[in-house]
């Protein structure tokens, strides 16, 4: 069964009040969006395939692309705060593969870039600035498929 709910979401949450800013790559214009995460009632944030991310600062009214540090399918967002969040995916890199979580303390200014033991993330969410769960592919690892922070 094929899950329909978060591409409808988005189509609704982004459609016709979608601005694009100045960093938009050409490859992204057609990007399959995957999360999005609101924080608050005026900031929101929608992430996806090509390294793409948005972020608006007006209930979604208007949205402005997001430079990322590294290329990665993003695939979940999770946002504490307006300044806290992390954009969760795998690289995209040539002859590289893996997950990818990158973490901000400024709203998307400046990332940090962190390499996960797990080759495939679809989920990340944090409970508090030291608590939070990624989700992805199990392995010998973890095959639960979870890796929980502490």
Not at 15 to 20: E, L, Q, T, W
Not at 52 to 76: E, I
């Amino acid at each position: 069964m094929r899950n329909f709910g978060v591409p409808v979401l988005l189509l609704v949450a982004l459609g016709s009040s979608f601005c694009v800013a100045d960093e938009l790559r050409p490859d992204q214009d057609d990007a399959d969006l995957r999360s999005v995460a609101q924080v608050g009632g005026r900031v929101s944030w929608a992430v996806g395939d090509r390294g793409t991310a948005f972020r608006s600062h007006d209930s979604g009214k208007t949205w402005s692309s997001v430079s990322l540090p590294v290329t990665l399918s993003c695939r979940s967002v999770c946002f504490l705060t307006n300044q806290v969040g992390w954009i969760a995916g795998n690289d995209e890199r040539p002859g590289r593969q893996g997950g990818v979580v990158l973490a901000t303390r400024d709203g998307g200014k400046l990332w940090q870039v962190s390499y996960p033991p797990m080759k495939r993330i679809c989920y990340v969410r944090f409970y508090d600035l030291e608590h939070g769960l990624l989700v992805g592919g199990g392995d010998d690892e973890h095959p639960s498929g979870v890796i929980e922070t502490h």
